[in-house]
């Protein structure tokens, strides 16, 4: 069955320092990832986009890695401040055509001052 | 200037009643969704519509019963309410095509006692 997994439920990390989470996929052909931050008690923000035919895409402090072969994507924030404090979620749009977008189990990300 | 509102924000009701949520989206998308956001944060679609047309629904039970008068309003009936179904209600837009980023609302919480 079709599953999309991130490394962990929560995460803490050091101001300062880089935080880098995992999407993992199984029994999906994606044409696109895409990474969304929520805040609680909001909805998901997108915040990145990264097609099956890139490998590397970056936004200020925001790096995604895409991965077809390990069907993997890392997401990294670097110089974290407790501002970045969040929940990350990533998405799969399968490309069978109905632009469905999957999304993943999310990641706590807490940023430590 | 809200993008994709809401409404209500927040519904406590009681088993066995039948409520509505209602959305709106102003960016001019024209594709609507439904997902919903159950206790342990997993956000799951149920329904999507694309010009007032059904083009997902998510093996939702028919208590559920999304309408869509025009491509800027997608509002979610749901009947004989079971307390299964607390849980965050989030509408959501997109033009259609792939690769395009999805907008969401603020979020419903449902509480059903």
């Known amino acids: 069955s079709q599953k999309i997994e991130q490394n962990s439920e929560a995460l803490n990390i050091q101001e300062g320092k880089t935080a880098t989470l995992t999407c993992n996929y199984t029994?999906?052909?994606?044409?696109?990832l895409q990474w969304y931050r929520q805040d609680p008690g909001r909805g998901p923000v997108f915040l990145l986009l990264?097609?099956?035919?890139?490998k590397e895409k970056r936004k200020e402090r925001l790096k995604v890695t895409f991965d077809t072969t390990l069907k993997q994507s890392l997401f990294h924030i670097t110089a974290s401040q407790p501002a970045d404090s969040a929940t990350y979620l990533c998405?799969?749009?399968?490309?069978?055509?109905?632009?469905?977008?999957?999304f993943g189990t999310g990641t706590r990300l807490t940023i430590i001052p | 200037d809200t993008a994709v509102s809401q409404t209500p924000k927040y519904l406590v009701t009681q088993m066995g009643n039948d409520k509505s949520i209602k959305c709106e989206q102003n960016?001019?998308?024209?594709?609507m969704y439904w997902y919903k956001q159950d206790s342990k944060k997993f956000l799951k679609i149920m329904f999507s519509?694309?010009?007032?047309?059904?083009?997902i629904n998510e093996t939702v039970p028919n208590r559920f019963s999304p309408k869509s008068p025009d491509k800027a309003h997608l509002n979610l009936h749901i009947n004989s309410l079971e307390l299964g179904d607390s849980a965050v209600y989030f509408c959501?837009?997109?033009?259609?095509?792939?690769?395009?980023?999805?907008?969401f609302g603020e979020g419903s919480w449902l509480t059903v006692v």
């Open positions: 990264i097609r099956e035919n890139e």
């Open positions: 998405a799969l749009e399968s490309n069978f055509g109905n632009e469905k977008l999957t």
């Open positions: 029994n999906y052909s994606p044409a696109y």
């Open positions: 959501a837009s997109s033009q259609s095509g792939t690769g395009n980023t999805i907008y």
């Open positions: 519509y694309n010009n007032k047309e059904l083009i």
């Open positions: 960016l001019g998308h024209d594709t």
